[in-house]
Nanobody
C-alpha cells in the first residue's frame, strides 16, 4: 500500500490550496484517513481526518472552519481543501491511513505518505 500526497506549494496568507492523497496497492479499506502536519522543530500534529465508510469529519481546533477534508472512495483519494491560510499553517503535510484506534493520534496510523510542503507567506 502506498499513499502519495500532492498539491503543496507556496501561497500568500489568505490564499487556498487543495492537497490530494492517492492510495494505491492492494484492496484498501481503512477505518479512517487523516492529514497531519509537521513544522520545523515541532512535533507532528493532527490536522483533520475522515472515516472511510461514513462521512464523519474530524478537525483540529486550529483548522476547523478553514479546512475541509473529503474523500472519493472510487478514486481511492482523500482531499484537504485549505482556505484562509495563515503563516502558522506552514509545514510539511502528511496523509495517513489507519485500521483502528483514535483518529487524533499519530501512533494509531498504519500507513503514511511522503509529505508535501505547504508554505504560507505573510
Amino acid at each position: 500500500v502506498q499513499l502519495q500526497a500532492s498539491g503543496g506549494g507556496l501561497v500568500q496568507a489568505g490564499g487556498s490550496l487543495r492537497l490530494s492523497c492517492a492510495v494505491s496497492g492492494r484492496t484498501f479499506k481503512p477505518d479512517s484517513m487523516g492529514w497531519f502536519r509537521q513544522a520545523p522543530g515541532k512535533e507532528r500534529e493532527f490536522v483533520a481526518a475522515i472515516s472511510w465508510r461514513g462521512v464523519t469529519p474530524y478537525y483540529a481546533d486550529s483548522t476547523k472552519g478553514r479546512f475541509t477534508i473529503s474523500r472519493d472512495n472510487a478514486k481511492n483519494t482523500v482531499y484537504l481543501q485549505m482556505t484562509s491560510l495563515k503563516p502558522e499553517d506552514t509545514a510539511v503535510y502528511y496523509c495517513a491511513a489507519k485500521f483502528r484506534g483514535s483518529v487524533f493520534r499519530t501512533d494509531e496510523y498504519d500507513f503514511w505518505g511522503q509529505g508535501t510542503q505547504v508554505t504560507v507567506s505573510s
